[in-house]
Nanobody, 122 residues
Framework: QVQLMETGGGLVQAGGSLRLSCTASGRTAFNDAMAWFRQGPGKEREFVAAVSGGAVYHGNSVKDRFTVFRDSSYNTMYLQMNSLRSEDTAIYYC?????????????????WGRGTQVTVSS
């Protein structure tokens, strides 16, 4: 069974940038959906961004600041985060769904990484 590992989290000042990576241990297909979710303190898990096939999707709260993309092997997904704000502080999780993206619900994803902490100081 494929496993996911996130890296790249850390502490950054507001206005700064970070790049997260998610690497799958096994093969993933072009159409498999890979996504980023986040969960801030006292908040529910929130959709951030996803890539599926040739399409990319970004949540409203991160549009124009975050960019999701995938490498040519389809095994590694990235999240470039710019203009970070204190409200972006959260644990960021990578998720995988076999097959194309259907919804932005976390329930649609079968495999999850352990998460990486992103802390934005104001």
């Amino acid at each position: 069974q494929v496993q996911l590992m996130e890296t790249g989290g850390g502490l950054v000042q507001a206005g700064g940038s970070l790049r997260l990576s998610c690497t799958a241990s096994g093969r993933t297909a072009f159409n498999d959906a890979m996504a980023w979710f986040r969960q801030g303190p006292g908040k529910e898990r929130e959709f951030v961004a996803a890539v599926s096939g040739g399409a990319v999707y970004h949540g409203n709260s991160v549009k124009d600041r975050f960019t999701v993309f995938r490498d040519s092997s389809y095994n590694t997904m990235y999240l470039q985060m710019n203009s970070l704000r204190s409200e972006d502080t959260a644990i960021y999780y990578c998720a995988l769904r076999r097959g194309v993206l259907r919804t932005f619900s976390s329930l649609d994803f079968e495999t999850w990484g352990r998460g990486t902490q992103v802390t934005v100081s104001s």
